[in-house]
């Protein structure tokens, strides 16, 4: 071992004032045993370097030596790893032999392995001997599986999934299936209850697959995740991360303090960790430990050996071979920008106010217009300071209405409509994050009070923006469906939209702000912690959202105002490189009679006025801004927004769709304003154009 590993791990240990004789052996309760790395994959974080080239095998002689042991020695469990111990000529015989000597089988499966033509028996057998199996499924979206274990890999890992259920397990109380998530880049995994939730969700919905638990297990900076972080450059900052998350409450429930690996040739490590970097355990000559010579007594009471990848088990909550060593409560996590993988914990643990956020996609104060400027002066401070958003998603007219939020935050734009649709109006607010939950209901009955409310007229609800109906939101239910810089955080953005068009009532209002990109986002930029936890990762090519919604039913989705998002943060402004990214708010309605061009029936359109607060004119969108009393020419399209929804009464329109005169001339955005501007004084009918 190189001393230089050594002195890391004992330095931290040392600060955080841990005598280094805390990390000795208590009772040997599992034995893990590596078959080899032999593996039908090649993963790009595998600490073994397992591969379909793997030559070191375990031998039938050595398997012997280990049940040898088993018989003679009272183990717990026995845990069985490879590379893909499968693909061993000797892995039925051992788990068939070993069964019966330990109270726990554990496999450790790839899955895909399960399908290859001379493993096909293998559910069936592992229902027999009644293994519990724990797989690798490192994510749960085909993207990110395929990047980090190879093309093809997610899809056959669910068929795989769909077989075990198919053999009871997870349905039966004694055939246990576990998941094990690894982060897929430089940081350390999220919290290990809120994404066993989130894939249990999603791959329940879009799969029908269920699993026991999910298991969180963190990246060790050796071998190929060590040479992905040398590649990238990032092996400084990823140790950055691991000795500022030191835990101390981990070290009581450090695995190797009651665990033993076996190598292929019977080698003994303290973990499989040192196995892989081959710091191999020692007698009192300095010989090396062999299965077949190993008497308990040589273990209890032993120094164990460390170096500078024990601080990734000793991260965060932890890390073990069965996921998270602690607790939530007990975490000593320290909030930081690299430190975290998902969105619950980037919104709820690391963004603390508007401050720590690295990009614009946030929306000040004074982008919103009266009346709302004059409500959020009402707004509880810590509502304010704790919201983040890309733009003011709140559309006039809302008096009496029913209005969802999703992903309300601390509540900020719930409030605000609460304040807009009055004491016959209601606010619904769904978000996933219990700390941004949290803040917004505390306020709840002093917000009421401010606003001069006899009763409350909001409510929030913990759940997720692709499932409004485990919500509770029942169909056509909803007047007004808004968002603030959420949806581009959804795994699932098709699922979100098909929800929003079933709780909407007929002729009900999609009106949401969110960032899109210019293009396509690459895979890197996608997989970012910090740039998809700052609304970036997850930004939507604009033309790939308008064909989503036409592929829902909505024919036409109008733009209300676009605003460029700005980098200030020089690394994550190389990372995204010549993406634009910006602020859109974005207008839809759920209407029948739309189609997929504007055509062009002779219609005319009249704004009466009458809308509170805007007595002058109303924008429709950024092509349609129409004056009080002056007519404008509108295509099909325009004429139904604006008589067949809540703004109906507000208008005039003249004209329906007997007589048909072809594609309406659209203008661009710049010309459609230029054109209404000089036909304001004219007083010409062919206003502004459609697009």
Do not use: W
């Amino acid at each position: 071992m190189g001393g230089s590993f050594v002195n890391t791990f004992l330095n931290v240990l040392e600060k955080h004032e841990i005598k280094s004789t805390a990390l000795c052996r208590t009772e040997l309760t599992t034995l893990q045993v590596n078959m080899g790395d032999l593996c039908n994959q090649a993963c790009a974080h595998c600490h073994i370097e397992a591969s379909p080239k793997g030559k070191k095998i375990m031998s039938r002689k050595t398997v012997d030596d280990i049940l040898f042991f088993l018989k003679s020695n009272k183990i717990k469990t026995l845990d069985i790893t490879g590379g893909a111990p499968e693909l061993n000529p000797n892995f039925g015989y051992f788990v068939e032999s070993a069964r019966p000597l330990v109270n726990e089988l554990i496999v450790r499966s790839n899955l895909t392995v399960l399908l290859q033509k001379n493993k096909k028996h293998l559910p069936e057998f592992f229902r027999l001997n009644k293994v519990h199996l724990i797989c690798s499924l490192p994510c749960y979206t085909k993207e990110n599986v395929d990047r980090q274990r190879g093309a093809g890999v997610f899809e056959k890992s669910i068929r795989a999934l769909k077989l075990l259920n198919e053999k009871g397990f997870t349905l039966r109380g004694n055939l246990q299936m576990d998941l094990v998530y690894n982060a897929l880049g430089a940081y350390l995994p999220g919290s290990q209850v809120s994404l066993e939730k989130d894939y249990k969700k999603v791959l329940k919905e879009n799969f029908g697959i269920e699993f026991n638990r999910l298991l969180t297990i963190t990246n060790v900076p050796i071998k190929k995740f060590k040479n992905y972080l040398d590649s990238a450059k990032e092996n400084e900052k990823y140790s950055d991360v691991l000795t500022r998350n030191f835990n101390p409450a981990t070290i009581e429930n450090l695995m190797c303090r009651s665990f033993l690996s076996v190598g292929h040739d019977g080698r003994l490590y303290d973990c499989d960790f040192n196995l892989a970097l081959g710091y191999y355990l020692k007698d009192k000559s300095g010989h090396e430990l062999n299965i077949k010579k190993l008497r308990l007594e040589h273990l209890k009471g032993r120094e164990i050996i460390t170096g500078e990848h024990c601080l990734a088990c000793t991260a965060g909550n932890g890390s073990s071979c069965q996921g998270a060593l602690t607790s939530e409560n007990k975490c000593a996590l320290n909030v930081q920008k690299d430190a975290q993988a998902s969105v619950k914990e980037y919104y709820g643990k690391i963004l603390k106010t508007k401050n720590d956020l690295k990009t614009s996609s946030c929306c000040s104060i004074e982008a919103f217009a009266e009346p709302m400027k004059s409500i959020i002066k009402n707004i509880e401070p810590e509502i304010l300071d704790k919201f983040y958003g890309c733009g003011s998603p709140l559309p006039p007219l809302l008096e009496g209405c029913r209005v969802l939020d999703l992903g309300s935050g601390t509540g900020r734009d719930v409030y605000i409509a609460s304040s807009l649709v009055g004491q016959e109006g209601f606010v619904t607010g769904i978000d996933m994050t219990d700390e941004q939950l949290n803040i917004a209901r505390k306020h709840k009955d002093a917000q009421m009070k401010r606003f001069g409310f006899k009763r409350c007229n909001v409510d929030f609800k913990k759940g997720y923006i692709e499932d409004l109906k485990e919500a509770g939101i029942k169909d056509n239910s909803q007047d007004v469906v808004i968002s603030n810089c959420v949806i581009n955080l959804s795994p699932d953005k098709k699922k979100v939209f098909s929800e929003i068009f079933r709780v909407l009532k007929p002729g009900g209002e999609l009106y949401f702000s969110d960032v899109f990109a210019d293009r396509r986002v690459p895979d890197d930029v996608k997989n970012d912690p910090v740039l998809y936890g700052e609304c970036l990762g997850g930004a939507m090519y604009i033309e790939d959202f308008r064909r989503m919604l036409r592929d829902l039913g909505c024919m036409d989705v109008r733009y209300m105002s676009k605003r460029a998002i700005t980098i200030n943060d020089p690394k994550i402004l190389k990372k995204t490189g010549n993406i634009t990214f910006c602020s859109v708010t974005v207008r839809a309605f759920k209407l029948d009679d739309l189609e997929d061009i504007c055509e062009d029936f002779g219609q005319v359109a009249y704004y009466q006025g009458t809308i509170p607060g805007l007595p002058h004119q109303f924008v429709l969108d950024d092509h349609h801004v129409f004056f009080t009393g002056i007519p404008m020419l509108v295509c099909g399209n325009t004429a139904s927004m604006l008589s067949n929804t809540r703004y109906g009464k507000h208008f005039k329109v003249v004209g329906d769709k007997s007589r048909h005169f072809g594609p309406f001339p659209c203008l661009s955005g710049k010309q459609a304003c230029e054109t209404t501007a000089q036909n304001i004084d004219s007083k010409d009918m062919r206003g502004s154009g459609c697009c």
